[in-house]
C-alpha cells in the first residue's frame, strides 16, 4: 500500500460512503495526506532541521533516511509539538513518501484559518482489517501507529547500508589512477572492546563505504567508513573470539570462523545466520574461492583444512598435512591452486612452512617453497604480476611467483617493520605499486614495490597494527585495525 488513504476490501459500503462524505466529491482522495508534510516555519529556526527539510517538503524527497532518525528524538519532538502525537505525524509523512515521488504537481493542503481543529496533527488512515487485527494488542490507535512507524525505522536503516555513497558517486564512473599515499587520520573508531583481527572494504565498488571488521570481543561490525565512520550493524553470533571473516563476492554475505569452532555465513541486510557449521578445532581462517561463492576454505588449529560448500552443508575436501596450526590460505590467479602458511620450522629449514595444494584433488603440490627459519603469518597477491609477497616473523616480507615451482626472489625484500610473532597483515595497493604492512609497534609502513624501500610511515601508539586495506576506489584511502581494538581510517 503506497499511500494510508487507501480503501481495504474489507470496507462495508456505508463506511465508504461516510468518508467520501466528508472529504466531499470532488476532493481527492489522497489530499489527506498533504498535512503529513506541511510542518510549522518555525521548524527551520533550527539548525539540526533546516539543511534537510527544504529537500524533504519538495518533491525530492532524501533517500538516506537521516529525517526519519532525526524525526524519532523525544527532545525534538516536545520542542516543536508539544500537544501532537508525533509517532503519528512521522509515520504518516514516511507513508506518503511514495506518492509525493509520483505527484510533481501536487500542492500540500492548508487546513482552514477558522477550523477549531486546524493546530491538531491529522492521524492517517488505517484499514479496517489493520485495526480489527491489532486491537487486541494495542486498545487505540495511537498505539498501533507506534509500531508501524518502528518497523518503518528499522526498514530505512536497512535501506541506507546499501546505498550508494555520495562521497563516492564521482569516483565510480573514473578509472582508479596511480596510488597516493594517506596521510591524515580521517575517523578513529572505538567501538570494539578487544583486537582487531581483519578489516576489509566491501568488494562491490557501488557499496564499497563499508567496512567489515572482526574482533576478539566476539563480534563483526559493518562500518560507513567512508561518509561518517559510524557502526552501522553488529553481528554477535559467535559465542568466542572472531579470528577472520571475508566479504562475499556480491558484497552482501559475510563469512566468518572463530574460537568458538563455529562457521557462519551472515545476511547483511537481515543479520540472518544463512549457513553455520561447527567444526572439531578453532577456526583461525576463512577464505571463498575466487570462481564460485558456494565453495570456501577454513582452518586454523588442526593439522588439516577442510573446503566446505554451503549448498550440502558438507565438506568436499580434506588437505592434510604433518603440521599444528594453519595461519593463512591465498587462492593463485583462477582458483585451481591455493597456498597455505604453517606453523612448522625445523632447525635447517622451513620445509613445511608455505605449502601449495591442488584444490580440487586435495594434493599437495610442493612443500619447498620457503626455506629459511621463519612462519608466515599473512599472504598477499600481488593484483597485476604473477607474484606474490609472504610476511615473515624474520621482520621482513619475501616475493614469490605464482607458478611452478614458486621461487623465490632473493634479490627483492622489504626490510625495516617488526612484526614479532603477531599475525601482521599486508597489502598491495590496487594498482599494484605500493605494499603495506602494519608492524608490531602500530606503525604502518609504504614500500615501493619496485624498489624495495620505504616511502612512508605512519607512527602509531605502541598497540600493534595487525590489518590493513586499500580502498578500492578512492585511490588515497587506508583503513588499519590494532589489537587495542582500534580502526583508523586514514587519507
Known sequence: MNSLVSYDDSDSDSERTENLKVRGKEQPVKSCTSFAVSFPSRVYEDDNFSKERASYIGNDLPSTGKYVNRAGSSNHAKKYFPDTNYASLVHSTSSSANTLRDTSSYAPKRPPSGDADSNIAIKPYIPKRQRQEQMPSNDSVGGAVTESHTHFSNSNILENVFRVSDYLKPFLLSKYTSTEIPRNLVFQMNEHTGPVNRVQWSPVQQYSHLLLSASMDTTI?????VDSGKCLKTFSHHSGAVRDAQWSACGQKILSGGFDSMLYLTDVETGKALFSARNEFKIGLVRFHPNDPNLFVCGGFSPALRAWDMRTDQVIHVYKAGVQQHFEVLFLPG?????????SVSRDSADRTILAWDFHTAAKISNQIFHERYTCPSLALHPKESIFVAQTNGNYMALFSTQRPYKMDKKKRFEGHKVEGFAVGCEFSPDGSLLVTGSSEGTVFFY???????????????????????HPVLNSLLVTSYWDGQIRIWQ
Open 221 to 225: 561490525k559493518i562500518w560507513n567508513g
Open 335 to 343: 582458483g585451481k591452486e591455493f597456498l597455505s602458511t604453517t606453523d
Open 448 to 470: 615501493n614495490y619496485h624498489t624495495g624501500r620505504i616511502v612512508r610511515s605512519i607512527a602509531g601508539d605502541g598497540s600493534a597494527c595487525v590489518s590493513v586495506n586499500f
